[in-house]
């Protein structure tokens, strides 16, 4: 019998023993669930118009709101909702105007077209007002200025929403294309929560074989290798399987919903992401798998788990810094360090600011590593299955395998 | 034929194995006895490849076991452990299958020897969901289910009840007389002197003791003696030369003597002391041996 025909019949008990569990489908169901809601959400609640009320003291305050209201407008689709509307109270005088102001009944006064009042400086909800206003009475100002210097005041708000400018890059990407980027954040973030959550299905599946003992009658009839190979695959189709679906409910439920604007992917964005995400699965799945030999319990494993997660951090802090600083000396490193470079690797690549020989290497050394750590892991896990109650040292795992 | 030659193991400072040498013929029963801490773990792990020996080897037929040819042996761990969640069927038709039995014969098979054990109306039950009992036989199903070869069982009996242990005999017994090789190691020396032709005895990680039970015993340097008497036992006693143990149960006094110590004079010597209710010489039961040989 073959190691792949053995060990497409351990993936396969895991597809089907593990993919019938009732945690699978809790957590798939959940997963879906809550990717629903973060697309969803945001929908309803984005949807809706701000209303905000302003107090009026004095003269010339309205056509400062009206441009306020104009230039929040300004960027809203035709047939859409406005996303501001703007009411004004008029005040008799300023005292009655704060009042209301401190009752919250207000959002902002305006006092001669000259001051604004707010409650406070720093919240969300104040600051957009405010900012609102100032460009509103800016825009009133140029108004002015441009009617007093004898010409037409019309079009100033189209103006000052505009991009006149044209872009373009060195790179050679398209100027509205930032949204590689986006899709580089996403892929990131998908990776990083692969690997945690994946991880520790592979970590917990190896240490419940030796809490339950039955890995002794396994490793009668299989090499430990064929067993966590088989494994990783198993629970790696089970991974990709919910993880596909998680990004299928995200699209449809952006497509029906039409919250945000998906970014046009092209097949190398695509291949990009598949490929790290392959590759990045697969470095920490060894990892785990071998971490879970060296114990026989489940309260222990996440203590072994830990160094693991530790690593998924810092590789995921290091692409956050390349996200910013593609060509920088820690995307640099992180490229070419094998633990790092699922998640710099494609961020870089995304932003295109990555050579070719760079990525090749990267590829590279990726694949040496996880066959490296594939015969080290394997070392270990063959060494600590068979060794139960506490905890097994690595360097004991180690030395016991081989002998 | 299993052939163990000259097994060394050692973990650090510990002595596992030390030159443990033992045989098994196809049809042939082995019961492979020692104390605790003895070895027999590590002996049977070796033949697994669980545990790789420091020195020695493990044949087949005169060849090396091949991950191979280890699919064609049965092996049952002491520590018992099976996947709870999985339905027994399941279980035993997936280790049919890594052992590499077709779909087909590896569910006909699970289904034959949960047929065996009563258990056909549990098939589609999680073994978790079984009593221990039960979860027994559908371990030593797991063994069984690709028709190996080769037996072999960690203390099988331990934990049995008596109806269990008899079920057990049973079918190491049926497949012994299908010409398979059948070793066990066990704590219950009764059973093991009725239900093995051989044995081989471990102590300190080497065999002190292997062959034909019946001729070990008639071989033996030893004899047991039983003697239950009215009178002055114990100054009868000794007079007897060659005593090695006695044990008293009351009035019967159990003793191991030399076998070359003559008893006709002293059951004289007993019926003179008084009224003689039992009297036995026979050679030394497995567990005398046992005892004679670890002790």
Known sequence: MSSIAIMWQ????????????????????????????LVVVPGLIGGDTDEFTVGSVGEDNDAIVRSAELLGNALDEPDAEP?????????????????????????????????????SVGGFGESAVLSLLQRGAASVELEMIVSESGQAATDVIEVMTSDPLETTTLSGQDADDGSQGAVAYAGLLLLYMAVLLYGNWILSGVTEEKSNRVVEVLLSSVKPWQLLAGKIVGIGLLAITQFA?????????????????????????????????????????????????LVSRMEDAQNVAFPMSMIAVVGFFVSIAALGDPDGLPALIGTFVPLTAPFVVPVRAA?????????????????????GLVLVAGRIYAGGLLRFGTRVKLREAWRSADT | MLELTNLHKRYGDVVALAGCSFAVEPGRMLGFLGPNGAGKTTAMRT?????????????????PVTTEQRRRFGYMPEQRGLYPKMRSHDHLAYLGRLRGMSAREASVSADSWLDRFGLAERRTDPVEALSHGNQQRVQLAAALVHDPELLVLDEPFSGLDPIASE????????????????????????????????????????????????????????RHLELELDGDVDTLIDTLDGVRAVRSDGARHTMIIDAATDVRGFVAKAQDIGRLRHFSYTTPSLSDLFREVVT
């Open chain 1, 10 to 37: 351990v993936a396969r008990r895991e597809v089907k023993e593990r993919g019938r569990s009732r945690a699978y489908l809790l957590t798939t169901v959940f997963t879906f669930l809550i990717v629903l809601a």
């Open chain 1, 351 to 371: 932003l295109e600011a990555i050579p070719a020989w760079q990525y090749g290497a990267a590829v590279v050394l990726t694949v040496a590593a996880i066959f």
């Open chain 2, 167 to 222: 079920t057990m005999s049973d079918i190491l017994r049926e497949q012994t007389a299908m010409g398979k090789a059948v070793v066990f190691s066990s704590h219950q020396l009764d059973l093991v002197e009725d239900l093995c032709e051989e044995v081989a005895i471990i102590n300190m990680g080497g065999i002190v003791l292997e062959g034909n039970v019946r001729r070990l015993k008639d071989a033996a340097p030893i």
């Open chain 2, 47 to 63: 033949i697994f490849g669980l545990v790789t020996p420091d020195e020695g080897t493990v044949t087949w037929d005169r060849q």
């Open chain 1, 83 to 119: 996303s501001v509307a703007f009411e004004i109270e008029h005040f008799n005088d300023r005292t009655e105007a704060e009042a209301a102001l401190s009752e919250g009944e207000l959002d902002a006064v305006l006092v001669d077209g000259a001051s604004v009042i707010v409650e």
């Open chain 1, 245 to 293: 679906g998680t990004i299928a409910v995200a699209v449809i439920a952006l497509r029906v919903t039409g919250t945000f604007e998906l970014p046009s992917l092209n097949f190398a964005t695509v291949a990009n992401l598949v490929v790290w995400f392959v590759l990045g699965f697969l470095l920490f799945a060894v990892m785990f798998g071998a971490a879970g030999s």
